[in-house]
Nanobody, 133 residues
Framework: QVQLVESGGGSVQAGGSLRLSCAVS??????????MGWFRQVAGRQREGVAT???????????YYHDSVEGRFTISLDSAKTTVYLQMNSLKPEDTAKYFC?????????????????????WGQGTQVTVSS
């Protein structure tokens, strides 16, 4: 059973920063490159893709962002490609949501997109981020 464990959520004032982390364990996908990403959901609203990352064979990591976070959030992977981070700067009250980490094989390059959340196979339990004005 694949587990994704998120950490780093919390409460912050507008303009502040938070860093989310998510580790994938165990790694049944050993030897396969994963598309990893962050999604968020506000109660009563549809889940939204925030950012995704895919490392290619040359160790270059493709990253994709929702327009609303472009330039403020940065997604990155550790060297083993089993932990994904989301650095969130210049946070706004509208960033308040439960953030979920997700991972899947099979989505490569530009197909590893925040718009393809329905194709991700493994999900974490989520971590709450609250931004106050």
């Amino acid at each position: 059973q694949v587990q994704l464990v998120e950490s780093g959520g919390g409460s912050v004032q507008a303009g502040g920063s938070l860093r989310l982390s998510c580790a994938v364990s165990p790694t049944p996908y050993t030897g396969r490159r994963l598309c990893m990403g962050w999604f968020r959901q506000v109660a009563g609203r549809q889940r939204e893709g925030v950012a995704t990352a895919y490392p290619d064979a040359q160790d270059y990591t493709y990253t994709y962002y929702h327009d609303s976070v472009e330039g403020r959030f940065t997604i990155s992977l550790d060297s083993a490609k089993t932990t994904v981070y989301l650095q969130m700067n210049s946070l706004k009250p509208e960033d308040t949501a439960k953030y979920f980490c997700a991972a899947t094989p099979g989505l490569t390059g530009p197909y590893c997109s925040p718009a393809r959340g329905h194709e991700f196979k493994s999900w974490g339990q989520g971590t709450q981020v609250t931004v106050s004005s």
